[in-house]
Nanobody
């Protein structure tokens, strides 16, 4: 089973950009579909983006479509979330997650492994 560590969070002004990275341990990274989720204070954790094992298929929440891009490099055991045109409502803890079985991108309870999260704060 992989272990996941997120990095790249921080404080940014509205309209700015951040690049989140998720580093996975182990040699089986390419067998996992990957997702990014986020949880804002007082809110439920929600789906942000997902990418298939090969990287060919990607999925996005409507709220981030056109602003965020998910990608992966299996040779480097890394998945990246590029976030542009950030808004204050994007403020949340962002989590990377891995799914080793049947993949339902938006279904957080199907994901097997989670990282510890990284804080993203967007100021207005």
């Amino acid at each position: 089973q992989v272990q996941l560590v997120e990095s790249g969070g921080g404080l940014v002004q509205a309209g700015g950009s951040l690049r989140l990275s998720c580093a996975a341990s182990g040699r089986t990274f390419s067998t996992y579909a990957m997702g990014w989720f986020r949880q804002a204070p007082g809110k439920e954790r929600e789906f942000v983006a997902g990418i298939s094992r090969s990287g060919v298929s990607t999925y996005y929440a409507d709220s981030v479509k056109g602003r965020f891009t998910i990608s992966r490099v299996n040779a480097k055991n890394t998945v990246v979330l590029q976030m542009n045109s950030l808004k204050p409502e994007d403020t949340a803890v962002y989590y990377c997650a891995a799914e080793g079985g049947q993949w339902y991108p938006h279904e957080q309870y199907q994901y097997d492994v989670w990282g510890q999260g990284t804080q993203v704060t967007v100021s207005s």
